[in-house]
């Protein structure tokens, strides 16, 4: 099983804060995907990062691949109450692509 | 375009029975993944396909059977049903490793 550890689990911010959230395992990624998935549908790509250190970014989220590839974070600016959902990272290795547990985020209006 | 779909959307079954999940994808993608997903957790793969013909075991097959007849069909069958089994299921699929796509998800329950 390739492990993929999201923290934190769940979280509950205001509109308007600023939250992060991480994806770790003690293993090299090849590629690093970020999903969100709203409830009662598929998980819908966000971005994919391939290379150590690279920072993407998609509107108000951020998002950036660790030097040595084995870590990942997800940074929203001004979170609005449409960025609630469930965020899942997934690593690609191969033809295979293995989830973590996903952070759960919930935007207060 | 209709990208992925998944039928049923809703199953109840009783534990012994057995059903056969339909993923149908009109993007010409030669990858295709089936993957459950238990309340609160990330999505386990459970087989994934990288063309016609070749299927092969992800995260957690016991229990499962695939086949890929056809580029656009991946059914999921599930054989003597257990409680064990009650998921929501999804399919996905991609060209080659790029541009993931989900269904919307089959919830089955076992009882």
């Known amino acids: 099983t390739q492990l993929l550890e999201q923290s934190p689990q769940f979280l509950s911010i205001q509109e308007g804060e600023n939250l992060t959230v991480y994806c770790n395992s003690s293993s090299v990624f090849s590629s690093l995907q970020w999903y969100r998935q709203e409830p009662g549908e598929g998980p819908v790509l966000l971005v994919t990062?391939?290379?150590?250190?690279e920072v993407k970014k998609l509107k108000r989220l951020t998002f950036q691949f660790g030097d040595a590839r084995k870590d990942s974070s997800l940074h929203i600016t001004a979170a609005q109450p449409g960025d609630t959902g469930l965020y899942l990272c997934a690593r690609v290795t191969g033809n295979q692509f293995y989830f973590g547990t996903g952070t759960s985020l919930t935007v207060i209006p | 375009n209709a990208g992925v779909t998944q039928t049923p959307k809703f199953r109840i079954l009783k534990i012994g029975q057995s059903m056969t999940l339909q993923c149908a994808q009109d993007?010409?993608?030669?990858?295709m993944y089936w993957y459950r997903q238990d309340p609160g957790m990330g999505l386990k793969l459970i087989y994934y396909s990288v063309g016609a013909g070749i299927t092969d075991k992800g995260e957690v097959p016991n229990g499962y059977n695939v086949s890929r007849s056809t580029t656009e069909d991946f059914p999921l069958r599930l054989e003597l049903a257990a409680p064990s089994q009650t998921s929501v299921y999804f399919c996905a699929s991609s060209y080659r490793g790029y541009g993931y796509t989900f269904g919307s998800g089959t919830r089955l329950n076992v009882v």
């Open positions: 993007m010409n993608h030669n990858y």
């Open positions: 990062v391939v290379t150590g250190g």
